[in-house]
């Protein structure tokens, strides 16, 4: 593999776009390259973001390219697929971006990839699964984008809801990047104090931990009806992951991944926490889910199963 941290995007709409603007801003890779169907976007692409790169704090060589140049990549993101559509169900599209991402993976393997894929195309923890089973890389090698947007959004309200900085707070979303995600608030720590004990002790009003997760979970919502898509934050998510491999970190992200036994789920993408570095996915961090938590989780895997095993493996034959 190249010696070079290098970055392979399929698709260059407003995702891979922002994840490609936080790199050049950032620093970190030292060669990006950006495929697209529509190939002229992409040069357009790899010429805008050339001419930031004298005021980018490390060099970079940007190009768009083709899929020969997975053969030496570290990383190979999928941002490529159609967005949900008004009245579109999330079945109907993952059907739609199956199809999509199964290609694509083809193409990223007939060119002797052996690096990590990060998929970030909706849904998720579905078109994670696709990637697997058509890459046929080990698990390890797969990570979807998960719920690490929705733990961003998650941190980001706590710490204005307590008026603590974010990067204070250690509390994650479980569960599909979707409708039927969870908060395990047992689990959630300000500092080195459970954040359940903080709302005691300061007679905060318990109702108020489900009003925090309904505005993570609306805030998509929110901004797509605002305007018209997601896509900064996301973009800065597909960057941390990325780093957390290039630069062999173990940091704990929220990404989903493949269940083999873990919090009781078998043969299915869902978001954990799980400790990433160079080698992708080195352990899922198995949390203790209370009752509750675990019947919420549970039903979040229970629909990503009935997908899989209706819809989605049967384009994969």
């Not at 490529?80 to 739609?96: D, F, N, T, Y």
């Not at 974010?166 to 080195?192: F, M, Q, R, T």
């Not at 970190?249 to 789920?265: D, H, P, R, W």
């Not at 954990?272 to 996915?281: D, E, L, M, S, T």
Request: proline content about 3%; glycine content about 8%.
């Amino acid at each position: 593999m190249n010696s070079k941290k290098k970055v392979v995007l399929v698709g260059a709409g407003f995702v891979g776009m922002s994840m490609a603007y936080s790199l050049l801003n950032q620093g970190g890779v030292d060669e990006l390259i950006l495929i697209d169907v529509n190939k002229d976007k992409a040069v357009g692409e790899e010429m805008d973001l050339s001419d930031g790169l004298p005021y980018s704090p490390h060099k970079m060589n940007i190009k768009a390219g083709d899929y020969d140049e997975c053969k030496d990549a570290n990383i190979v993101v999928i941002t490529a697929g159609l967005a949900q559509k008004p009245g579109q169900s999330r079945l109907e599209l993952a059907i739609e971006n199956t199809k999509i991402v199964k290609e694509i993976t083809k193409k990223v393997m007939e060119n002797e990839f052996k690096g990590i894929f990060i998929v970030a195309t909706n849904p998720v923890d579905l078109m994670s699964y696709v990637v697997l089973k058509t890459s046929k890389l080990p698990k390890a090698k797969v990570i979807g984008s998960g719920t690490v947007l929705d733990t961003a959004r998650l941190r980001y309200l706590i710490g204005e809801y307590l008026k603590v900085s974010n990067k204070n707070v250690h509390a994650y979303i479980l569960g599909e990047h979707g409708d039927s995600s969870l908060v395990p608030w047992e689990h959630c720590y300000i500092g080195c104090k459970k954040m359940m004990d903080i709302m005691k002790d300061n007679h905060l009003p318990m109702e108020d931990l489900e009003k925090i997760h309904n505005k993570v979970w609306n805030a998509a919502y929110e901004i797509i009806e605002k305007k018209k898509a997601t896509y900064y934050g996301i973009g800065m998510a597909l960057n941390r992951i990325i780093k957390a491999i290039l630069n062999d970190e173990n940091a704990i992200l929220t990404v989903s991944t493949y269940q083999e036994g873990e919090y009781k789920q078998e043969g299915i993408y869902i978001g954990v926490p799980a400790i990433i570095n160079k080698r992708g996915v080195k352990e899922i961090l198995q949390l203790n889910l209370n009752e509750k938590d675990q019947e919420k989780f549970d039903k979040s895997c229970k629909i990503m199963r009935e997908n899989i095993e209706n819809e989605i493996n049967n384009l994969l034959d």
